[in-house]
């Protein structure tokens, strides 16, 4: 018999609907939910998160959710670090713990107990490569991936200033590319036993719940939110700044384009996001694919399947 702890994870790609069905499963399993979300974590930062409100969460506690300010920094290794503090709660009081969000580097750096103290000892080239961002650009920075490790460059947006950046900053600290040294990590073993859920739905259903979200978003006041942010002193330099939904809404309150075509990206882009979620899951090993078609969207279907999974553990 296995002596590891069980850890459940639920994730997918953004707007996929991981939150109502998370509630369900942590109601059948009596479990406890720590968000896997770079965005959700910070406070003032509600719609444009699409974070969990207290009303939904229907009692069921939730860790990593509105704790830190957006001037705080919130990386892999301070998940790592929180994720692993609210684990040690959630076994003590004998519940399971359920991973949910889309964020599948985090997911992987907790299931695969990935160390990253070494990196975390060299900040004079993070904050270098941080400055290079600022005054060259990130379409440099990001061609330059392109040539020493063209795997991540890939996967990476040009706009994601901090994975960027991390990939630069170990490429030049250990000589070989980040996305070797993730296809590495991979090949460990768990260090849970767990189940690893992956919920999917048609693409073209996907993109139009996505474009649907986006147009709720707005009608409950991203914009206010946005300016709400500016007033309070933060700007698109701040890495909670870059999330999507925040930065275009900037750019458009700072007079760089329209509403219509912030909007027009946010889309776009989350769209873009999506995509490459659904490519991060399928290089992941031990994944249980739900794709809500084959269970006609029967969310009482899909839980007995889940519990079915995780009652072999």
């Not at 947006?157 to 990939?167: M, Q, T």
């Not at 701040?238 to 750019?251: P, R």
């Not at 794709?291 to 279907?301: A, Q």
Request: charged content about 30%; overall charge neutral.
């Amino acid at each position: 018999m296995s002596q590891k702890n069980k850890m459940i994870i639920l994730t997918g790609p953004t707007a996929v609907g991981k939150t109502a069905l998370s509630i369900a499963l942590a109601k059948e399993i009596k479990g406890e939910i720590i968000s896997a979300d770079s965005m959700q974590i910070y406070r003032y930062m509600d719609i444009g998160s699409a974070k969990i409100s207290k009303e939904e969460m229907q009692g069921i506690p939730h860790y990593l959710v509105d704790v830190l300010m957006p001037e705080e920094e919130f990386n892999v290794c301070r998940f790592k670090e929180m994720a692993k503090e609210a684990l040690h709660v959630i076994y003590d009081r004998g519940h399971i713990p359920i991973i949910v969000g889309g964020t599948g580097f985090y997911i992987q750096a907790l299931l695969y107990d990935i160390d990253f103290s070494k990196e975390e000892e060299h900040l004079p080239v993070r904050t270098r490569l941080e400055r290079e961002a600022r005054e060259k650009g990130m379409e440099i920075l990001h061609a330059q991936l392109c040539k020493i490790d063209p795997v991540s460059a890939r996967e990476i947006h040009p706009n994601n200033v901090k994975r960027v950046i991390r990939a630069l900053e170990f490429y030049e600290l250990n000589g070989y590319p980040i996305s070797e040294h993730n296809r590495r990590e991979r090949e460990k073993d768990a260090a849970y036993d767990s189940c690893y859920f992956v919920l999917n739905d048609d693409r073209k259903l996907l993109y139009q719940r996505i474009d649907e979200r986006v147009d709720n978003m707005l009608a409950q006041g991203l914009v206010k939110e946005v300016q709400t942010l500016k007033d309070m002193g933060y700007n698109t330099d701040m890495v909670s700044m870059q999330g999507l939904g925040y930065k275009e809404i900037f750019s458009c309150l700072n007079g760089e384009c329209s509403l219509e075509d912030a909007v027009y990206k946010i889309k776009r882009d989350t769209r873009h996001f999506a995509k490459r979620q659904l490519t991060w899951f399928r290089r992941e090993r031990n994944v249980i694919w739900i794709d809500k078609p084959s269970f006609g969207y029967d969310n009482r279907k899909i839980l007995d399947f889940m519990v079915s999974k995780i009652n072999t553990l």
